[in-house]
């Protein structure tokens, strides 16, 4: 099994920045997928932003141009850097990874980003 471990987060002002770490260890297979989610009370965990092993992006409508995901494949490890940030981003991030053959997700701890004067 993959465990993913989580760094970053905390509070920042809007129009901020803060960018979030997540490192995998275990036995990763690729091709694979790993990205963050996120959760407010009340809301369904959405999408932020995924990126393959092979380096194929998808970002959230609501995150395009602010937030870039990026990967380093033999660390591991996926980035998530949160630029211009709004009070609509507070949430609970979590990683996430899984393979490309299945929809069965691992998901990180979560780690709580608050967006706030």
């Known amino acids: 099994q993959v465990q993913l471990v989580e760094s970053g987060g905390g509070l920042v002002q809007p129009g901020g920045s803060l960018t979030l770490s997540c490192a995998a260890s275990?036995?990763?297979?690729?091709?694979?997928?790993m990205g963050w989610y996120r959760q407010t009370p009340g809301k369904q965990r959405e999408l932020v932003a995924t990126?393959?092993?092979?380096?194929?992006?998808n970002y959230a409508d609501s995150v395009k141009g602010r937030f870039t995901i990026s990967r380093d494949n033999a660390k591991n490890t996926v980035i998530l850097q949160m630029n211009s940030l709004k009070p609509d981003d507070t949430a609970v991030y979590y990683c996430?990874?899984?393979?490309?053959?299945?929809?069965?997700?691992?998901w990180g701890q979560g780690t709580q980003v608050t967006v706030s004067s």
């Open positions: 990126m393959t092993s092979g380096s194929v992006t």
């Open positions: 996430s990874y899984w393979r490309s053959t299945t929809i069965n997700v691992l």
């Open positions: 275990g036995s990763i297979f690729r091709p694979n997928i």
